[in-house]
């Protein structure tokens, strides 16, 4: 089986993580999911996503 591809959600609206994440599931992707920047730095170094949907406009550090 081949294995599944992975994307990884960063935005500080968790309302918008939970629906890219379902949509995403809904087709076939395993997600991950960060709040900030540096928890995605930390998520993405650690399981190499395939895909990174980022929101630019964060606020915070």
Known sequence: MAKKRTALIVDD????????AVLLEGE??????AEDG???????????????LLDVMMLGK
């Open 13 to 20: 609206e968790p309302d918008l993580r939970t629906l890219l």
């Open 28 to 33: 076939g992707w395993a997600t991950l999911e």
């Open 38 to 52: 540096e928890q995605a730095v930390l998520l993405a170094a650690r399981e190499q996503p395939d895909l990174v």
